[in-house]
């Protein structure tokens, strides 16, 4: 990680000349702003940095919150939306037309693809190719005159799914056509796939660019500032997807500490992983800081570290993946992650089985996110929990 990412975290697009020398930004709480005359108003610019008129278009807080993020990036331009979902259909909207095709990888947050599968493609005529993603040859042979978009998540945090995003984006570039990725695992400090050639960058804000399980938000960022102009001025005004003010000052306040946070959930999870892969009644771990993962070398190219959140399949029949889970006392039983809480769920339990088929991911992944509640005692807690299982 390059240390000025840590000065953009504290000073980067905050000025304490215009809000009274406060060393933390104000919230903006204001629906509107007013001008001296009508002509002040028609001339305002609201890609302009200090230039605002109406909340759907922009805020002063979300600005600075934004600045930051499009600056670790390496973006020209970051829009923050008010769910990490906004953010994604934001983005397919920005770039796909009606009958368009998408390539999408098969294990995305799954909340896109039913995105995909019940509104893009019966309300607007669109068609998705599911891919690996790991697979080139695969991608680029999905690949039809009317592709307009690839999808990716990579690590795709079932089982930690890496994608060569170099590569992709040469392919998608032969083609002219749009790269998407979630980010959100690794954040702006432990991968910049714009660097790479990958086009539109999403991070979930409710993770852990805010950190505290206390807000929802989604931002886009890329380097094509007419693109993100089109997203900001259009699709986001439209649509009326713009994180609130307060959510906004919540995201500046977790960035703060996000480099701290970062390197114990990383410290814990790694500790985790490497006691789990050598416990008896643990049949697999998925976790990208693993030397025996099979894109090990490829992690170390495109990532500069790894977050808090893993995977497991337990050994015995497939209700011990729910007797495991429950048997955990620190572990909460909760859907997302990238909190100050350690989390674990068996996220596949009940699809069925033409899903699991699909997916290609055994229905027994137990999803553990490691929290800040201390090492030893995430251990202690996992030790005791395996203890209890029958296998």
């Given at each position: 990680?390059?240390?000025?990412?840590?000065?953009?975290?504290?000073?980067?697009?905050?000025?304490?000349?215009?809000?009274?020398?406060?060393?933390?930004?104000?919230?903006?709480?204001?629906?509107?702003?007013?001008?001296?005359?009508?002509?002040?108003?028609?001339?305002?610019?609201?890609?302009?940095?200090?230039?605002?008129?109406?909340?759907?278009?922009?805020?002063?807080?979300?600005?600075?919150?934004?600045?930051?993020?499009?600056?670790?990036?390496?973006?020209?331009?970051?829009?923050?939306?008010?769910?990490?979902?906004?953010?994604?259909?934001?983005?397919?909207?920005?770039?796909?037309?009606?009958?368009?095709h998408i390539i999408c990888m098969k294990d995305v947050y799954q909340p896109v693809k039913r995105l995909l599968d019940n509104f893009c493609i019966p309300?607007l005529k669109m068609t998705v190719t599911y891919v690996k993603g790991t697979n080139l040859e695969e991608l680029e042979s999905s690949i039809c005159p009317?592709?307009?978009?690839?999808?990716?998540?990579?690590?795709?945090?079932?089982?930690?799914?890496?994608?060569?995003?170099?590569?992709?984006?040469?392919?998608?570039?032969?083609?002219?056509?749009?790269?998407?990725?979630?980010?959100?695992?690794?954040?702006?400090?432990?991968?910049?796939?714009?660097?790479?050639?990958?086009?539109?960058?999403?991070?979930?804000?409710?993770?852990?660019?805010?950190?505290?399980?206390?807000?929802?938000?989604?931002?886009?960022?890329?380097?094509?500032?007419?693109?993100?102009?089109?997203?900001?001025?259009?699709?986001?005004?439209?649509?009326?997807?713009?994180?609130?003010?307060?959510?906004?000052?919540?995201?500046?306040?977790?960035?703060?500490?996000?480099?701290?946070?970062?390197?114990?959930?990383?410290?814990?999870?790694?500790?985790?992983?490497?006691?789990?892969?050598?416990?008896?009644?643990?049949?697999?771990?998925?976790?990208?800081?693993?030397?025996?993962?099979?894109?090990?070398?490829?992690?170390?190219?495109?990532?500069?570290?790894?977050?808090?959140?893993?995977?497991?399949?337990?050994?015995?029949?497939?209700?011990?993946?729910?007797?495991?889970?429950?048997?955990?006392?620190?572990?909460?039983?909760?859907?997302?992650?990238?909190?100050?809480?350690?989390?674990?769920?068996?996220?596949?339990?009940?699809?069925?089985?033409?899903?699991?088929?699909?997916?290609?991911?055994?229905?027994?992944?137990?999803?553990?996110?490691?929290?800040?509640?201390?090492?030893?005692?995430?251990?202690?807690?996992?030790?005791?929990?395996?203890?209890?299982?029958?296998?």
């Amino acid at each position: 990680m390059d240390e000025k990412d840590l000065l953009i975290l504290e000073q980067y697009g905050e000025d304490e000349k215009s809000y009274l020398n406060a060393v933390v930004p104000p919230v903006f709480m204001n629906s509107l702003h007013v001008f001296d005359s009508v002509e002040k108003y028609r001339d305002v610019d609201i890609f302009e940095k200090d230039q605002f008129f109406y909340g759907r278009s922009s805020n002063p807080t979300t600005t600075i919150a934004e600045q930051k993020i499009a600056q670790l990036e390496h973006g020209s331009r970051a829009v923050m939306f008010s769910s990490g979902m906004a953010a994604a259909s934001a983005a397919i909207m920005a770039t796909c037309e009606a009958g368009n095709h998408i390539i999408c990888m098969k294990d995305v947050y799954q909340p896109v693809k039913r995105l995909l599968d019940n509104f893009c493609i019966p309300k607007l005529k669109m068609t998705v190719t599911y891919v690996k993603g790991t697979n080139l040859e695969e991608l680029e042979s999905s690949i039809c005159p009317d592709t307009s978009l690839i999808i990716l998540e990579s690590p795709a945090t079932f089982i930690f799914t890496i994608v060569d995003l170099e590569k992709i984006a040469v392919i998608a570039h032969r083609y002219n056509i749009k790269t998407y990725i979630d980010n959100t695992y690794c954040t702006p400090l432990f991968q910049k796939p714009l660097d790479y050639g990958i086009d539109i960058v999403m991070h979930t804000l409710t993770k852990y660019l805010g950190g505290h399980s206390d807000l929802m938000g989604g931002v886009l960022v890329s380097k094509d500032e007419n693109l993100m102009r089109m997203i900001m001025g259009n699709v986001r005004e439209w649509f009326g997807g713009i994180i609130g003010p307060m959510e906004a000052w919540l995201v500046i306040r977790g960035m703060r500490t996000l480099d701290v946070r970062l390197r114990r959930h990383q410290e814990t999870a790694q500790a985790v992983a490497e006691y789990l892969e050598n416990h008896p009644k643990v049949k697999k771990v998925y976790y990208p800081g693993l030397k025996n993962h099979p894109q090990y070398e490829l992690i170390k190219k495109q990532q500069t570290g790894n977050s808090g959140l893993l995977s497991l399949e337990v050994e015995g029949p497939l209700e011990n993946a729910l007797k495991f889970a429950n048997y955990l006392k620190i572990f909460r039983k909760g859907c997302s992650w990238g909190g100050f809480e350690s989390l674990v769920m068996a996220p596949l339990y009940y699809i069925d089985e033409k899903e699991e088929q699909f997916l290609g991911i055994s229905k027994g992944i137990i999803r553990m996110y490691c929290g800040l509640e201390g090492t030893g005692n995430l251990l202690a807690d996992i030790k005791q929990a395996l203890d209890l299982l029958e296998v």
